[in-house]
Every structure is written in structure tokens, then in C-alpha cells.
Antibody, heavy 119, light 111 residues
Framework: EVQLEEFGGGLVQPGGSLRLSCVAS????????LHWVRQTPGKGLEWVAD????????YYAGSVKGRFTISRDNARNSVWLQMNSLRAEDTAVYYC????????????WGRGTMVTVSS | HSALTQPASVSGSPGQSITISCTGS?????????VSWYQQHPGKVPKLIIY???KRPSGVSFRFSGSKSGNTASLTISGLQAEDEADYYC???????????FGPGTKVTVL
């Protein structure tokens, strides 16, 4: 069974940092691109970042570029999102998701982890 | 501000067909067949129901279908059922910013 589980959310002050983790199981992790997507409670979805299979190429939404870094370790079936210089508008549930075909088709999602940026 | 536009809400009676539009530009929907659709019930995780414009993942009902014309993609739900009441989001690759963009979402109500 394909599973993704996120860890690391919490309350952080503006300007602070947080590192989210996502651990995968039930599939060959190294064969898939991975994404982070966020959702403000009661609002819509926002794509955050993705990383290719080998972890060499990464892409970011303009709203997080230069502040967030996505990385992965295929030996540990894990993907991370390092979030720096956090702002109130980064408050959201953060999901990691698997890309079915390398085309932005997110076929499995974790349950999400809540990040709250507030003083 | 989303680069894609969707109607805020669409409604229909059981058994009817409804169509949700997702309008973008030549930089996203118009230039790539990288449109996906997600269904999200309240308090639940988004579920992929259509990918690469027209493809249905294994296990998704045949009642869901996707299409594209120019800069607009569409999701059609035929034989509307009570369980289809949910939020639906489109998503497309966008080539000027090299990122994926989601539409604002459409709330489907089954009357």
C-alpha cells in the first residue's frame, strides 16, 4: 500500500525556520518525482515545490523561491522541505505528494502537517 | 492570485451531467497537455481524478472525464451522484514561471 506521511509542522514565529519531512512506503521511491503542496485552512491548493527522481533538479513557486528548499534521500525514502524566513502567509497545511508520471499528476498524498507562522 | 480561473460553484440534480471549466492562457493550458483535476471532500485529502487532460487513474469512476480546447480545460461529471458533492481543483504546468498552478476551486452541489 502506497503511503506518505509528513512530520515537522508546528508553530513558528515570523522570520523563523522549520523543516518538514515526508516518509514514503509501499512503492519504489526513487522512480517518482515528489511535490509539496499547501492549503490554507478553508482555502484552495497552492503548489510549493517539486524534485525529480535523482534529486538533482528542483523547482519552486515564486512565492517561496529563495526561502524554501526541497531535497530527498532515495535510500531513506524521504523528502524534506526546509522553510526559512517564514511569513504569516506561509501558514497552511503542507502535503507531500507523489507524481504519477512526471507530469504534475499527484496520485498519492500524505495527510498533511500544519504549519502556523505567528508571533 | 491564481493564473487559472474556475467557476466558484456548479450545481446539478442527481443523474444529470455537469461541466466545470478551467481557463488559463497560452503559457499553461494552451501550451501543454499537463492538466490534472482533483476532488476534495471536506476534511479530506485531495484525490486525483483526471491527469494529462483526459486520463483517468485506476479506480476512478468512468463518470469523470476531461477535455481541453484552446486555453480552457473542462471536467465533466456524468450521472451526478450525492457522493460527487465536493470541491474540484484544476492544475496545469505554467512555462513562464516554470511551476504548477492550481485553479481556485469549484464547489459542486448535488441538489
Amino acid at each position: 500500500e502506497v503511503q506518505l506521511e509528513e512530520f515537522g509542522g508546528g508553530l513558528v514565529q515570523p522570520g523563523g525556520s522549520l523543516r518538514l519531512s515526508c516518509v514514503a512506503s509501499g512503492f519504489t521511491f526513487s522512480n517518482f518525482w515528489l511535490h509539496w503542496v499547501r492549503q490554507t485552512p478553508g482555502k484552495g491548493l497552492e503548489w510549493v515545490a517539486d524534485i525529480k527522481k535523482a534529486g538533482i533538479d528542483e523547482y519552486y513557486a515564486g512565492s517561496v523561491k529563495g526561502r524554501f528548499t526541497i531535497s530527498r534521500d532515495n535510500a531513506r525514502n524521504s523528502v524534506w522541505l526546509q522553510m526559512n524566513s517564514l511569513r504569516a502567509e506561509d501558514t497552511a497545511v503542507y502535503y507531500c505528494a507523489r507524481d504519477l508520471s512526471g507530469s504534475g499528476s499527484l496520485d498519492f498524498w500524505g495527510r498533511g502537517t500544519m504549519v502556523t507562522v505567528s508571533s | 492570485h491564481s493564473a487559472l480561473t474556475q467557476p466558484a460553484s456548479v450545481s446539478g440534480s442527481p443523474g444529470q451531467s455537469i461541466t466545470i471549466s478551467c481557463t488559463g492562457s497560452s503559457s499553461d493550458i494552451g501550451d501543454y497537455n499537463l492538466v490534472s483535476w482533483y476532488q476534495q471532500h471536506p476534511g479530506k485529502v485531495p484525490k486525483l481524478i483526471i491527469y494529462e487532460v483526459t486520463k483517468r487513474p485506476s479506480g476512478v469512476s468512468f463518470r469523470f472525464s476531461g477535455s481541453k480546447s484552446g486555453n480552457t480545460a473542462s471536467l465533466t461529471i456524468s450521472g451526478l451522484q450525492a457522493e460527487d458533492e465536493a470541491d474540484y481543483y484544476c492544475c496545469s504546468y505554467e512555462n513562464t514561471r516554470i511551476e504548477y498552478v492550481f485553479g481556485p476551486g469549484t464547489k459542486v452541489t448535488v441538489l
